[in-house]
């Protein structure tokens, strides 16, 4: 009978056969531990010869590192560890033998060497775990906004423009003379579509030409981008709020396997509960000056404020209202204060900083129409954006997260160049 790993619990006592790899073996003479994985988890071959005779000795000892085979054997509950399992192997079936040797060793590599692999490195139990936790941060964003009335709506990856006014957009020829660019991301896309849905996302890879080589920084991520018809700037937090708080709920319920190899701290994951800590702008510059930071009242936050703050609380951080010189066009002013944006950035804890940027969007045409041009926009670029604020136009907000930095959090991960199977930054295109 053929098995996956992950339901080995099922099968103990009988004889089954597992197809996967052999990563790693240890032993020698009268019996060998072959380490084995098979995509849904990991298990220990062990083979003597009483057990699976002299052929499976010998072909146990002949198999090299990340060679692929068929392994029969019985399950057993380890004898020491709880919910563990063993295979004791009854006979082996080789479906490729390495002839060369792996290029991974369990000796220390740089991190170019494994990104130079990262074809190869995806293999390794750490990077395997965090790719499952990724899958887990997908899945449960959709069944979160599907359970909150969303659909998802796909925006184009060409764009004639900038979402938010930036430089930094990857620009390609189009036809006829034409450019186009790489899209920085689909929120105005998904704008025109609350207007026929109410609740939209969209979820795909995004670009940024920013030349910036920190730990938080990728060249293509993936990002999900939400919005909401008929939701202020109160609601549009309460949703992220509870988006995160699914999210880190389900990555705890489903991959406690993943986060053990990460030796992920779990108590910290489990404090993520609603409600998350609310300040303003003023208020958190003002803490961070405190704090030592040489940040100013009409700053950004940077990376090392961010890390800086949120190494203090261990709950996430909504830092609302900014200056609204530093944020996007479209942000609405707060009408009992006009210089700030009704807006917020989500501060993930232990020093990870910003995953979630939101606000309320603006809905007047005559005011979206002066924000462009304070922007030095060129408005007719933004003809079928501003359509949208001319026929049954409501007050509405959204957001969109990073992926890689969320996935990040949950792993314990400090670069979040692991957390995307094949990474692109400022120097690296290959693999």
């Not at 396997?257 to 030796?263: D, M, N, P, S, T």
Request: glycine letters at 6%.
């Amino acid at each position: 009978m053929d098995i996956k790993i992950k339901y080995a619990k099922d099968h103990v006592g009988q004889s089954v056969t597992i197809s996967g790899w052999m990563y790693n073996r240890r032993g020698s003479g009268k019996i060998y531990f072959l380490q084995l994985r098979d995509g849904t988890g990991f298990i220990q071959g062990i083979v003597t010869e009483s057990d699976g005779g002299m052929e499976s000795m010998q072909m146990a000892e002949s198999l090299t590192m990340e060679s692929s085979v068929k392994v029969t054997g019985k399950i057993n509950a380890h004898p020491k560890k709880e919910n563990v399992f063993e295979l004791i192997v009854e006979s082996i079936e080789p479906i490729q033998v390495c002839k060369e040797e792996y290029p991974i060793s369990k000796k220390e590599h740089g991190p170019e060497f494994l990104l130079d692999n990262r074809h190869l490195w995806l293999r390794s139990k750490k990077q395997w775990a965090i790719q499952r936790v990724r899958n887990t941060v997908i899945n449960a964003t959709y069944e979160y906004l599907n359970d909150n009335d969303f659909i998802k709506i796909d925006s184009p990856i060409l764009t004639p423009n900038a979402c938010e006014g930036t430089t930094e957009l990857f620009e390609i020829d189009y036809f006829e003379e034409e450019k186009a660019y790489l899209s920085q991301s689909g929120q105005l896309y998904i704008e025109a579509a609350i207007m026929s849905h109410g609740r939209v996302f969209d979820f795909g890879p995004v670009f940024r030409a920013e030349k910036s080589k920190t730990r938080r920084h990728l060249t293509e991520f993936w990002m999900m981008d939400a919005e909401m018809a008929f939701a202020d700037h109160e609601k549009n937090m309460e949703i992220q709020e509870g988006l995160v708080c699914h999210i880190v709920q389900k990555v705890l319920e489903k991959n406690r396997q993943e986060l053990e190899i990460l030796e992920r701290d779990i108590e910290a994951l489990e404090k993520v509960k609603a409600p998350f800590i609310r300040k303003t702008h003023a208020e958190v510059v003002k803490e961070l000056q405190e704090m030592g930071s040489d940040i100013q009242p009409n700053d950004d936050l940077g990376a090392d404020d961010e890390t800086i703050l949120t190494k203090k609380y261990d709950k996430p951080i909504f830092v609302e209202k900014y200056p609204a010189e530093v944020k996007a066009f479209y942000m609405k002013r707060d009408p009992k204060n006009p210089s700030v944006a009704l807006c917020s950035d989500l501060l993930a804890p232990e020093g990870y900083g910003e995953v979630i940027g939101g606000s309320q969007r603006e809905e007047n045409y005559e005011v979206l129409m002066e924000r462009i041009k304070e922007h030095d926009l060129d408005p007719s670029v933004f003809d079928w954006y501003l359509d949208l604020r001319k026929y049954g136009s409501v007050p509405h907000s959204g957001f969109g997260y990073g992926l890689e930095r969320i996935t990040g959090w949950m792993c314990g991960t400090h670069h979040i160049r692991e957390t995307i199977p094949f990474p692109r930054m400022i120097n690296r295109l290959k693999p």
